[in-house]
């Protein structure tokens, strides 16, 4: 038996609870994993409060991160006593996922844990740090480099934009950091933010082409906030995409595009192949101050996810939860 957060819904009722699960209830798969820690995304509050059709699949353990030691496997790649991290892929969604003590997932999802890293501080980086450093690779083959000018990050306070900040700042990049959060500007400045916006600047329509301020731009909002932020972009710039916290809409004009050649990347985090995950997990492993990291967590036992969830819906959490799922 193994404990779990578990989401039901039967005739239109929704149900999430702590659950004692058997092991012959987890889904198909070539790895079964000891989870250690999970964390808490946006995705994952989504599910577990039910604010929007995330899931898709009933009954259904979110989590779409997860970092643990492996009991058994099926896969070449991977053996019993493996340290492993996954996130994406489906997992928390339509396949049970890691707010749970055990996990059987497929060995192709898998990617083993960093040196230098321990499955807490993995979580603590989870999907929204590996996202942030996907934006960040980006931006560098684009050809961005911090003499390029500075760059934007919006949703500062949230886990992508938290660890985008640190990562940029410790690479030598002048980062401006957006926030509706009015208390935030220290915090920020800690993680290394040189300047604090307001996010009400960003979050309405705005002019097509306004005054070219940013080399580069890393958005979690989508909507308003990403359209005027390609409309600040100076000539050549590039902006990397990869939330939607304010809307999936994008009310913009092709201005900015073919009259500054400014070039907007969408960053995939869920289906990115091994090779990118390997990759963007090594430069973390390098680049990110795990000392600094701590900064940014809040650790929770598994029974708090839940309100922990409703914390990150309300916009009233900054930072990263990580999840004994253990205590």
């Known amino acids: 038996m193994f404990k779990a957060i578990l989401l039901r819904r ?5 149900e999430v609870r702590v659950a ?28 577990i409060t039910d604010r929007a059709p995330v899931v898709c699949d009933w009954p259904m353990v979110p989590g779409i991160d997860g970092a643990g030691e492996v009991l058994s496997s099926a896969h070449p790649d991977f053996a019993p006593g493996d340290w492993v991290v996954v996130n994406g892929w489906g997992v928390g969604e339509g396949h049970w996922g890691c707010l749970a003590q055990k996990a059987r997932l497929k060995g192709e999802w898998l990617v083993k844990l960093p040196q230098g890293f321990t499955p807490r501080q993995a979580m603590a980086v989870g999907t929204a740090g590996y ?3 996907l934006c ?9 480099t911090p003499q390029s000018g500075p760059v934007l990050v919006t949703g500062a306070t949230g886990g992508v934009g938290s660890v985008a900040v640190m990562v940029l700042a410790r690479l030598g990049y002048e980062v401006a950091a957006l926030t509706g959060k009015a208390d935030a500007g220290a915090y920020l400045q800690i993680l290394g933010a040189r300047e604090v916006l307001e996010r009400a600047e960003f979050a309405n329509p705005g002019k097509p082409l306004q005054k070219e301020r940013w080399a580069a731009v890393i958005d979690t909002a989508g909507s308003h906030t990403l359209v005027n932020a390609c409309a600040q972009v100076r000539y050549g710039g590039a902006v990397a995409a990869c939330g939607l916290a304010q809307g999936m809409d994008f009310p913009a004009t092709v201005a900015p595009f073919i009259l500054r050649g400014v070039t907007l990347y ?3 985090s869920v289906y990115a192949a091994r090779p990118l995950r390997e990759q963007a997990w090594q430069r973390l492993a390098r680049d990110l101050d795990v000392v600094g990291l701590e900064q940014i967590v809040q650790e929770i036992p598994l029974a708090q996810a839940v309100h922990a969830a409703q914390s990150i819906m309300a916009g009233q959490h900054r930072g990263r939860f990580v999840v004994d799922v253990h205590r």
């Not at 039967?10 to 929704?14: L, P, R, V």
């Not at 798969?29 to 820690?37: A, E, F, K, P, T």
């Open 10 to 14: 039967e005739e239109g009722c929704f």
């Open 20 to 47: 004692e699960l058997d092991e012959v209830a987890l889904p198909e798969g070539d790895v079964l994993v000891q989870v250690h820690y999970s964390t808490l995304n946006y995705k994952d509050a989504l599910a």
């Open 131 to 133: 996202t942030a450093m």
């Open 136 to 144: 960040v690779r980006a931006l560098e083959r684009h050809g961005v």
């Open 266 to 268: 969408g960053i995939d």
